[in-house]
């Protein structure tokens, strides 16, 4: 019997309408466009601005987009996984908003959180479920409203994020291409470099976590900076040489989009050129969960079936990653 790898069929994104550029953070803050850009690589940001509209919103639209482009049926998908920190609430989960809101009537559906490995942990998740026989299409989405936890008065993290939403279809494929291996880890001995402090059932919210700014992202970004290129350099390496590959043999990596810096120190570490790695964090900003499925979705056009691709994430937990893929469409 040939062996079953969960391959990626479609992909699709979806962003809001509006942006924010670095000169309009610099009338909100003290900064300005040539900082953020030398810093981090980021010229804009999609932003959700309808109070109304949440996560399972945007994934919504990313998920219908999809399944137009695939010619797909909603009632044929049985299983959607959307990578968030930010669902529309604490539950029921964004994934089930999701599924109901694009008419996937026989899916069932969970959200996995890994923050801005999520995609990475989601696509080895949802791979399990096509490897063993059981299921034929399967939905991940990453999909995060940053701006949600953003606070627009601190410097150090309000130029970072935006809102985004991306989604694959998973579909059965026996000639080798799909989803081949993982390395993924988790340690949160330093957890607290990168949290939302308040919120959850250590410390629910009160008048105090409200007023002392604790629903909004934390980050010290200097020691998770260093940490985020060691990690995904080693561990993309390291899924490298367990399938005998080297930079050589690698078409595209696609990188978690949260630094340019730490994207150009990964690449540069596989030995890989700059056309090898896909990057847009210029239009969109960090967009967690979403970083990785909107890069493919922006750069499909250049990937061939066959192609090598090797996708690597770091955030929060922490938690980080690679995985080498065999393109399938
Ligand atoms: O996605 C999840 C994982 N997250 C990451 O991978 C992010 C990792 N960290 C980073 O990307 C970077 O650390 C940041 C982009 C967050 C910050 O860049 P940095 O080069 O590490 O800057 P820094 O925090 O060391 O700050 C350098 C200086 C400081 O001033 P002094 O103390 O040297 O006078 C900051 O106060 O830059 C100042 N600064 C700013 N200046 C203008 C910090 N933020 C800003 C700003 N505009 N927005």
Known sequence: MKTIHAAITGVHGWVPQDVITNDDLSKMVDTNDEWITSRTGIKQRHILKDPTKATSDMAAEAVKGLLKKTKTNPADIELIIVATITPDMMFPSCAALTATKVGAVNAFAFDLNSAC???????????????????????????????????????NTCILFGDAAAAVLLEPNTEGNGVIDSVLHVDSTNWEYLCLKAGGSLKPATHETVDAGEHFIYQDGQPVFKIAVNSMANTAREVLERNSLTGKDVNFLIPHQANKRIIDATGHYLGLKPEQICVNIENYGNTTAATIPLCMWDFEHAFKKGDNIILAAFGGGYSWGALYLKWAL
Do not use: C, P
Request: aromatic residues 12%; positive net charge.
């Open 117 to 155: 490995s999520g995609f990475l942990f989601g696509l080895e998740t949802a791979a399990k479920f096509i490897e063993s026989g059981t299921y034929k299409k399967v939905i991940l989405v990453g999909a995060d409203k940053m701006t949600s936890l953003t606070d627009y008065t601190n410097r």
